[in-house]
T-cell receptor
Framework: GQNIDQPTEMTATEGAIVQINCTYQ??????LFWYQQHAGEAPTFLSY????GLEEKGRFSSFLSRSKGYSYLLLKELQMKDSASYLC????????FGRGTSLIVHP | SAVISQKPSRDICQRGTSLTIQCQVD?????MFWYRQQPGQSLTLIAT?????????ESGFVIDKFPISRPNLTFSTLTVSNMSPEDSSIYLC??????????????FGAGSRLTVL
């Protein structure tokens, strides 16, 4: 079976750093994805990890520990436009999605 | 990455009717999928749309309720049949393609928001 867990909601202050955690239990593993979804819009791809460690891409970084079934998305220098839902996805060739973490960035 | 156009973007439907959602991709793609996103829920895979053959449905989804067509490598339709209020959801078309990182990444259409009264 596939199980992806992430917090439902988080709040943070503009300019701060926030870490969104994700734990997974999947029958197969083909990498761990993070997507961003603004209200009323399609999910868009943010990052992909298949090996352990940190992948940095500008203000966003993603970390993976395969032995712990754990990933996190780190957002630095938060901006108001970062308010969105962040979806963790992983598993087999076609990934299973978590319910998403709604991030609210306030001034 | 591929550009996906979906229509309708939203619709309000009466119970018992059926609605067909269209998905057009700007390039030929092998793997095309249909997802459902209910309020506050995750993206749930309905089926893989196979070109030239019947779609492959996930557990809990059946062809009679969600018939899918895939006449070529750039187009697919999903029909939501005999709708009930429980079918109110966002339906998204998605394709799998290579990202710059070398990973196979899902790209999504903007979705079709259906409200069933």
């Amino acid at each position: 079976g596939q199980n992806i867990d992430q917090p439902t909601e988080m709040t943070a202050t503009e300019g701060a750093i926030v870490q969104i955690n994700c734990t997974y239990q999947t029958s197969g593993f083909n990498g761990l994805f993070w997507y961003q979804q603004h209200a009323g819009e399609a999910p868009t791809f943010l990052s992909y990890n298949v090996l352990d460690g940190l992948e940095e891409k500008g203000r966003f970084s993603s970390f993976l520990s395969r032995s712990k079934g754990y990933s996190y998305l780190l957002l630095k220098e938060l901006q108001m436009k970062d308010s969105a839902s962040y979806l963790c996805a992983g598993g087999s060739y076609i990934p299973t999605f978590g319910r998403g973490t709604s991030l609210i960035v306030h001034p | 990455s591929a550009v996906i156009s979906q229509k309708p973007s939203r619709d309000i439907c009466q119970r018992g009717t059926s609605l067909t959602i269209q998905c057009q991709v700007d390039s030929q793609v092998t793997m095309m999928f249909w997802y459902r996103q209910q309020p506050g829920q995750s993206l749930t895979l309905i089926a893989t749309a196979n070109q030239g053959s019947e779609a492959t449905y996930e557990s809990g989804f059946v062809i009679d309720k969600f018939p899918i067509s895939r006449p070529n490598l750039t187009f697919s339709t999903l029909t939501v049949s005999n709708m009930s209020p429980e079918d109110s959801s966002i339906y998204l078309c998605s394709v799998l393609g290579l990202a710059g990182s070398g990973a196979n990444v899902l790209t999504f259409g903007a979705g079709s928001r259906l409200t069933v009264l």
